[in-house]
């Protein structure tokens, strides 16, 4: 299932690009306008609310290209190198950059290497700091902020920010750059497969060979092989980054759920659904006129309606009071999660989205890719540096078993086993479910969430997690997760064979 994103259009305005402090978002205009269309996705209470609706304007950004000198391929030079990595997204790029610091030829190909990324990334400040990527955040937070009911908030002593796409990608630019990648233009439209060699072949005609082929394309991938039926669960979001009148958030805190449901108390058929498959609001609060606002499915199977979601937030924010002057961008998020691992091993790499790194739980992806590459690179290194000659099924074999050791695989089952409960659990359980999981120890919901968790903890989180549990959550769990559970256990075994 493809990640799509809403393409940016900005028909109505020039937009001048000097970033206000400490943000890369493009300034304020000081006369807000309004574009409107009829949405079709609104119902007619929706739509005659005294704010209107924000899905009716029109995004204003437009992503500009980043400006840097790489190193573009001259084809006609060069057509072979040892690896070659498919898309320049983070896990493409942080990748070639790592195994071309070992002296290896690597050349990345995308259809637009330049491209502004056109996700909004969060992620918990320390994932990145142990990174030394701390600098790549455009904005902090000191903690966040949980609303689990009308009564109800846990507030989490625990930084949070805003990834600078600008500024990370910029990075791993220039690790590539002095690191002698090479950059083609081009999208892989067939990966070709022999003994010791694979080969790509692009979109413009060109064709490589290398010893090693790394699909970073994304989730969308058909490089990739799967043994096993994809029973992904999706998260799916509408966000959009804004100029509002005014909003009631901490600008020191990070809203990371807010599961309150008021704001459906006029749409009976919208509160009906919620309380079946909820959605929950995230808040990055920037300044007090500018915030980044997504209502999120956090899994569904199948992915919940689109408009659904639209219809969802249109009624939280009128009900919040909160009047949208200005779409600065929109993204449309779909992330598959959990559902099984790539064949483990195959003939092309993956890396990032395509080798299953997203949290089965949370789709989080970003900090655990940017830690995860410098591993993958290193059993590259390691078989294809000068002296050791690694090539072939040995060379399959000891990427993806670096990538996903034994311990990593099994570990996968439980978060995955997170993922089908929060899949079980309706709006009542799914509030019991966060109310219990933030009460235990920081060390166990922020490991967890950050995929640091060894499988001994993760089991004693599993067993504190019940018990912390509500007799009523503790009875979904019984009643509603027994065959996740038995599943789980399963592939434990499985896996650990
Ligand atoms: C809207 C959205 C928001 C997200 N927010 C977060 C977040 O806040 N925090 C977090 O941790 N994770 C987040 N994720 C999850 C995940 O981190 C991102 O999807 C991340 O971008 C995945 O990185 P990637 O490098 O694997 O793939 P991508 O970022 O998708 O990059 C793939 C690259 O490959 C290129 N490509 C595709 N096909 C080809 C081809 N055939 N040939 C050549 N090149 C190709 C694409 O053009 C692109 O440049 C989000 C995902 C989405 C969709």
Redesign the pocket.
């Known amino acids: 299932m493809e990640?799509l994103?809403t393409p940016f259009s900005s028909p109505l305005t020039s937009i001048s690009h000097k970033p206000p402090s400490s943000s890369s978002f493009p300034p304020l205009t000081t006369t807000p306008f309004f574009s409107r269309k009829p949405h079709k996705h609104l119902t007619h209470r929706v739509l005659n609310s005294k704010f209107g609706s924000f899905l009716d304007l029109i995004p204003e950004n437009k992503r500009e290209p980043i400006k840097f000198d790489i190193n573009w391929l001259d084809p006609s030079s060069t057509s072979r190198f040892d690896v070659v990595v498919?898309?320049?997204?983070?896990?493409?790029l942080c990748l070639a950059e790592r195994v071309a610091r070992n002296g290896i030829r690597v050349c990345c190909?995308?259809?637009?290497p330049l491209s502004m990324?056109p996700?909004?990334?969060?992620?918990w400040v320390d994932d990145l700091s142990a990174l030394d990527l701390d600098d790549c955040f455009d904005k902090t937070w000191p903690m966040a902020s949980v609303h689990i009911d009308d009564h109800n908030t846990k507030y989490l002593d625990q930084p949070y920010g805003r990834i600078s796409r600008k500024m990370l990608k910029m990075k791993l630019l220039g690790g590539c750059v002095s690191n002698g990648v090479k950059f083609h233009k081009a999208?892989?439209w067939k990966v070709d497969h022999q003994e010791f060699e694979s080969s790509i072949v692009c979109d413009d005609g060109n064709e490589f060979k290398a010893s090693l082929i790394v699909d970073?394309?994304?989730?969308?991938s058909s490089f990739v092989e799967y043994d096993k039926p994809r029973n992904h669960g999706y998260q799916i979001a509408h966000g959009i980054l804004a100029e509002v009148d005014e909003h009631p958030f901490d600008l020191d805190k990070i809203l990371l759920m807010d599961w309150r449901d008021s704001h459906l108390g006029n749409e009976p058929l919208l509160r009906v659904n919620n309380s079946r498959l909820p959605t929950f609001l995230y808040a990055m609060p920037f300044d007090s006129n500018l915030v980044f606002l997504e209502e999120t499915s956090l899994v569904s199977r199948p992915a919940l309606s689109y408009g659904e979601i639209k219809s969802r937030m249109v009624a939280r924010l009128r009900h919040m009071g909160i009047r949208v002057k200005r779409v600065i961008e929109n993204?449309k998020?779909?992330?598959p999660m959990g559902g099984p691992l790539p064949r483990i091993p195959q003939s092309v790499m993956g890396i990032?989205?395509?080798a299953g790194l997203?949290h089965p739980s949370t789709?989080?992806?970003?900090?655990r890719?940017l830690a995860l590459a410098p591993i993958l690179a290193e059993s590259i290194v390691e078989c294809l540096g000068s002296t050791r000659m690694i090539r072939g099924q040995p060379l399959y074999h000891r990427v993806w078993n670096g990538l996903w050791p034994t311990e990593k695989k099994l570990t996968r089952e439980f978060y995955t086993f997170g993922m089908e409960t929060l899949l079980k659990l309706d709006l009542k359980g799914t509030r019991s479910f966060f109310d219990a999981f933030f009460k235990l120890n920081p060390e166990y919901w922020h490991g967890f969430l950050s995929s640091k968790l060894s499988l001994v903890e993760l089991g004693v989180l599993g067993l504190s997690l019940f018990g912390h549990s509500s007799s009523s959550s503790k009875l979904d769990i019984v009643t509603k997760c027994p065959v996740p559970l038995v599943k789980m256990m399963a592939n434990l075994v499985v896996e650990s064979l």
């Open positions: 990640a994103i498919i898309g320049a997204g983070p896990a493409g190909v995308d259809p637009d990324w996700n909004n990334y969060g992620s999208k892989v970073a394309s994304g989730f969308a993204e998020c779909v992330i990032g989205g395509t997203a789709g989080y992806m970003v900090a890719t």
